[in-house]
């Protein structure tokens, strides 16, 4: 029996409908359910073949669990190690590099640091910052975010340098940017799951957060042309970052999709937010993917450890050569 372990926060629908999924869809040969653990020997076996990790970025008892247990194999959904050391600022620029339009975006020095931080821990930054140079590249409106962060906390729209410098000196320790604000004229969520299935939602962030009435139903929102680009950019993001789930969101300026926001590992999927549609889309699809690998076998990251616990025979050949006899006696002889 194949076991497939969800570890979640409070969120009930998605772990709800996701396990009750696999488990009608397995017949008999895949078990899927809540994870319990407590605390983690070295050496704890397998229990898992796949995880489906919803919360550990929030609980670091959770993320240093999950590494432990990819160690021995198990599949995590999204990968523990990459979401560590992930951040949006470098997605931006990686998605970029890559082809995606990503609004001008700047990487700002803290206002504050932790206490063992003095002045002369800084010699490296520049100081006055060129905020006129910033905020001339980047325009008005803007967008103050984290680097690093999600549902809204932090995010500010931004009209002038007043109006900026009085945000940010509220941002205390933490790591923030600065975005060109996109005045959309569409604006679209995506699911993409298994780096390859992309569901395009219609969405409406003038709609209160989390509140249910931001997912709009528009049928033929976007067009073909357009459609088809954004799930381009959908697939490209997501492979690049190697994400097996993950949201992506375009903000649409004269038909061109900007991304302005790709680190969702654990994106909302619960019912009263996200809609029944969406929600099943979600659960079907993880389904698919998770039974679909299951049977082919998931690909595991290329972690220097991960090769040195399974060496390919040709280089473990390569590692130890057999020596010659003429050497052999040369060093015999040395000794
Ligand atoms: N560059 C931008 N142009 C236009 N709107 C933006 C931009 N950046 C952010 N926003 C608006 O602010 C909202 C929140 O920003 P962002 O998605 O970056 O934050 P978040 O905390 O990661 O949100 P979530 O938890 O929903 O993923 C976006 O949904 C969008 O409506
Ligand atoms: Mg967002």
Redesign the pocket.
């Known amino acids: 029996m194949k076991r497939v372990g969800i570890l979640a926060g409070r969120e009930i629908t998605f772990p709800e409908s996701i396990i009750k999924s696999i488990n009608e869809k397995s017949s008999g040969k895949v078990e899927a359910e809540m994870i319990k653990f407590g605390g983690i020997r070295l050496d704890e076996p397998k229990r898992y073949e796949v995880i489906i990790d919803r919360i550990s970025h929030e609980v670091p008892y959770y993320r240093a669990t999950l590494k432990r247990m990819a160690l021995e194999g198990t599949y995590i959904i999204n990968n523990p190690f990459w979401w560590s050391a992930d951040d949006?600022f470098f997605n931006f620029s990686l998605a970029a590099k890559l082809g995606v339009a990503i609004?001008k975006?700047v990487l700002l020095p803290q206002e504050k640091y932790i206490d063992a931080i003095t002045p002369e821990s800084l010699r490296n930054l520049e100081f006055p910052l060129d905020w006129e140079g910033i905020v001339n590249y980047v325009g008005f409106?803007?967008?103050l975010?984290?680097f690093d962060?999600?549902?809204?906390?932090?995010?500010s729209?931004i009209h002038s340098l007043e109006e900026l410098w009085d945000v940010y000196n509220q941002t205390g320790t933490l790591c923030m940017t600065l975005?060109?604000?996109?005045?959309?004229d569409q604006?679209v969520?995506c699911y993409c799951v298994g780096r390859e299935k992309v569901l395009i939602m219609p969405?409406d962030?003038?709609q209160p957060?989390l509140s249910g009435s931001q997912y709009v139903n528009v049928e033929n929102y976007l067009t073909p042309e357009l459609h088809a680009r954004v799930e381009k950019d959908v697939k490209t993001i997501c492979n690049a970052l190697g994400y097996d789930l993950n949201?992506v969101?375009f903000?649409i300026k004269d038909g061109i999709p900007?991304a302005?926001?790709f680190?969702?590992p654990a994106?909302?999927a619960e019912i009263a937010s996200v809609g029944e549609y969406n929600h099943n889309w979600i659960v079907n699809a993880m389904t698919d993917f998770i039974f679909k690998k299951l049977e082919s076998g998931f690909e595991t990251p290329d972690y220097k450890w991960s090769a040195m616990l399974n060496p390919p025979e040709k280089s473990a050949k390569k590692i130890l050569p057999k020596a010659k006899p003429v050497e052999k006696k040369a060093r015999a002889k040395k000794a």
């Open positions: 949006k609004p975006t409106p803007a967008f975010k984290p962060g999600g549902g809204w906390k932090n995010v729209k975005q060109e604000g996109i005045e959309f604006f969520r969405y962030p003038s957060y949201t969101e903000a900007y302005i926001d680190m969702n994106p909302d």
